[in-house]
């Protein structure tokens, strides 16, 4: 009888790619049974991990301060109990600002969870190392400060124009291209133009003043862009592989690299060199409203909200949580950062680890309501009256000059309840706020976008 892939199955092995090679080789050297378990030696399977039986426990900050936010409560919390059964994980927390992402299992905005020895791509999801970094700019006038930043910062889709580009650190590219997953010429060349860009969506360049002090803050808020979400594609194809040999009950968008492995140093080292990248671009946009402006800056910190942290064989992974501990960040310079949204402060913490937090504050915010719900439930009134009663007294600029009124302030939580529930879960302290006196944002890049206009030309 010719040996197939049911015999393979029946010896206690897991359908693979190396199936059809195996099979031809049996078949065509006629193999006995003895000859057949020798060779197949090779093709030895791990064990198969389960999920956990029951969810591991996980730390609630947040609760419903009215009805509105009863669903959004629920919906974080059960996804939670799905997501806790991964079996890497040891540990999580929901912070105030918490929100669903998609179907139960996926990790929620506002979510912390501790892997052991693993990293899961899909836990700091394509926008990796989303942060945010503040400069004081001393007694700087605001207007000057936004009017500068305006005419040097780069919202949208894509990267900036040849002649227009930021520098993108030579050490850095080299260090891409030691790397087994950076080590891609597009993705480099990509990198290079995304350098002082700042995307879309909730990516924002806030100007304000201090509080305690009276002084202009600079604020931006955005993550690796392109580089980072090619980086993302590449881990989960990776972890992807990992998943469908050692856990196949796991949700594919739960999937883990074992850090152990080659694939995992690697991923690490890839994560830490986009986190440098991602920095810099930062570092670029500040600098260079600084050189317009013939100022030097009085101090400057930053930190990123969306990353994995290290502590020994323990993989912290902040899908949009602010990390207090200062294990968690080996370059840091000062206070952590945390933006409600364009009519409220941005907040200036610091904190410590205690048994509610694991180390984290939330990040922001969060959303109660999808961007389209937002939209519907504001139907009523006209994109310009929405605009008019939600950023009176500030100075609210839209890169694209569409107005994108899912980014106003109503499209957020309370940010009074956020802060609130800060204070009454004890995740960390308020030392400053900057206050706002106005921001730009992408606005709505797609109302008027290139291929919109050529359907449009098409069907005329």
Not at 357 to 378: C, E, M, V
Not at 396 to 406: A, G, K, L, T, Y
Not at 425 to 430: A, F, K, N, P
């Amino acid at each position: 009888m010719e040996f197939n892939g049911n015999h393979l199955i029946e010896l206690g092995y897991r359908p693979a790619k190396w199936f059809k090679d195996a099979i031809v080789h049996i078949n065509e050297n006629n193999l006995d049974e003895i000859q057949i378990k020798e060779y197949l030696e090779q093709f030895k399977q791990p064990d198969i991990i389960p999920l956990h039986e029951t969810a591991k426990d996980f730390v609630i900050n947040i609760r419903a301060e009215h009805e509105s936010e009863d669903d959004n409560v629920e919906k974080v919390i059960n996804t939670m109990k799905v997501l806790m059964k991964t079996p890497t994980l040891t540990a999580g927390a929901l912070m105030p600002d918490a929100c669903p992402t998609g179907p139960e299992g996926l990790i929620p905005v506002g979510g912390v969870v501790v892997a052991k020895n693993a990293i899961h791509p899909g836990f700091h999801s394509a926008d990796i190392c989303c942060s945010v970094m503040l400069t004081d700019f001393g007694d700087a006038d605001p207007k000057e400060v936004l009017d500068a930043a305006h005419s040097l910062t780069h919202f949208g889709y894509g990267g900036r124009p040849r002649g227009e580009q930021m520098p993108m650190s030579q050490e850095l590219m080299d260090a891409f291209r030691k790397n087994d997953f950076l080590n891609d010429e597009k993705l480099i060349s990509i990198a290079r133009s995304h350098m002082g860009t700042q995307g879309d969506g909730n990516h924002f360049l806030f100007v304000g003043k201090s509080k305690n002090t009276g002084n202009t803050m600079l604020v931006t808020h955005h993550g690796s862009r392109a580089p980072g979400a090619a980086l993302y594609d590449k881990g989960m194809k990776v972890a992807n592989r990992f998943r469908q040999d050692i856990s196949p009950e796991t949700l594919r968008e739960n999937a883990w690299i074992p850090f152990d492995t080659e694939e995992g140093a690697a991923y690490w080292e890839a994560l830490q060199l986009i986190r440098t990248w991602t920095k810099e671009n930062h570092t670029n946009i500040h600098d260079a409203v600084l050189n317009k402006l013939g100022t030097e800056k009085k101090n400057r910190f930053w930190n990123e909200h969306n990353f994995v942290f290290k502590d020994g064989d323990l993989f912290y992974h902040a899908k949009g949580a602010t990390p207090l501990d200062d294990k968690f960040m080996p370059d840091i310079t000062g206070p952590r950062l945390i933006p409600l949204n364009m009519s409220e402060p941005v907040l200036i913490v610091q904190g410590t680890t205690n048994d509610r937090n694991l180390g984290f504050a939330p990040h922001g915010a969060g959303r109660n309501f999808s961007r389209t719900q937002h939209k519907k439930s504001l139907a009523h009134k006209t994109v310009e009256e929405i605009f008019e009663e939600e950023t009176k007294g500030l100075d609210i600029r839209f890169f694209s000059n569409e107005i994108d009124i899912s980014e106003l302030p109503s499209a957020y939580k309370s940010a009074k309840n956020v802060r609130a529930q800060i204070e009454e879960y004890g995740l960390c302290e308020v030392l400053d706020e900057v206050m706002p006196y106005g921001c730009i944002m992408a606005g709505d890049v797609g109302k008027n976008a290139p291929w919109k206009k050529k359907k449009k030309y098409r069907k005329a």
